[in-house]
């Protein structure tokens, strides 16, 4: 019930592409969806992040899709580029009924994207 | 605005010997939480703190691990008598609120 399942594990894009990495959860107790960008050997930046009220957000290049009824929602990134090549993480969190907001985080998607 | 500050970046100790990790939260912060990250794997929660109180600390091994966040200076975490599994990177985050969580860049403990 606490797991985040995300994929795909690696995804390979051509510059210019849309990449769509996908989270999936079963707590409905869920409110706070995150996704964070991780670069090697650095700590991960927070991206976005969407409340379960909005079905979808979009900051610049980045967009959360949200479905609630399915409980899964996922990161688009539109025109992909070089830059963009990191691992990024879906993340939930609860609001403190039970005194904590820590995140579960998911298993992460290793991003490449090809010049 | 001075992000999340981790020191020391890379840690090497010997097992057996104490590791003591440090964080600083961003200006303001009150909200402090420890994630562990193994090698190409995910962050793990490890524990929460506010100000002199650990809120949750369901994630934190039963023994040789603890943390605090004194009212005063940074926040703590000690692993004492390290072993090799310990060796990971340790990333703190900060909070204003609780939800919206900031790292910093981690510690990479190495145990040798």
């Known amino acids: 019930q606490q797991q985040v399942k995300q994929s795909p594990q690696s995804l390979i894009v051509q510059k210019g592409g849309i990449s769509i990495i996908n989270c999936a959860y079963e707590n409905t107790a869920f409110d706070y969806f995150p996704w964070y960008q991780q670069f090697p050997g650095k700590g991960p930046a927070l991206l976005i992040a969407?409340?379960?009220?909005?079905s979808e957000k979009k900051e610049g290049r980045f967009t959360i899709s949200f479905n609630k009824s399915a409980k899964q929602f996922s990161l688009h990134i539109m025109d992909s580029q070089p830059g963009d090549s990191a691992t990024y993480f879906c993340?939930?969190?609860?609001?403190?009924?039970?005194?904590?907001?820590?995140?579960?985080f998911g298993t992460g998607t290793r991003l490449k994207v090809l010049a | 605005n001075a992000g999340v500050m981790q020191n020391p970046r890379h840690l090497v100790r010997r097992r057996g010997q104490e590791a003591r990790l440090r964080c600083s939260p961003m200006k303001g912060h009150s909200h402090v939480y420890w994630y562990r990250q193994l090698p190409e794997e995910g962050l793990k929660f490890m524990v929460y703190l506010q100000k002199e109180n650990i809120i949750d600390e369901s994630g934190m091994p039963k023994e040789r691990f603890s943390a605090e966040f004194p009212k005063e200076g940074p926040s703590i975490l000690r692993i004492q008598q390290v072993v090799r599994g310990d060796s990971a990177a340790y990333f703190c985050a900060s909070s204003p609120q609780g939800q919206e969580a900031f790292f910093g860049q981690g510690t990479r403990l190495t145990v040798v």
């Open positions: 969407i409340r379960p009220d909005v």
């Open positions: 993340a939930a969190s609860m609001s403190p009924t039970s005194g904590t907001y820590k995140y579960i």
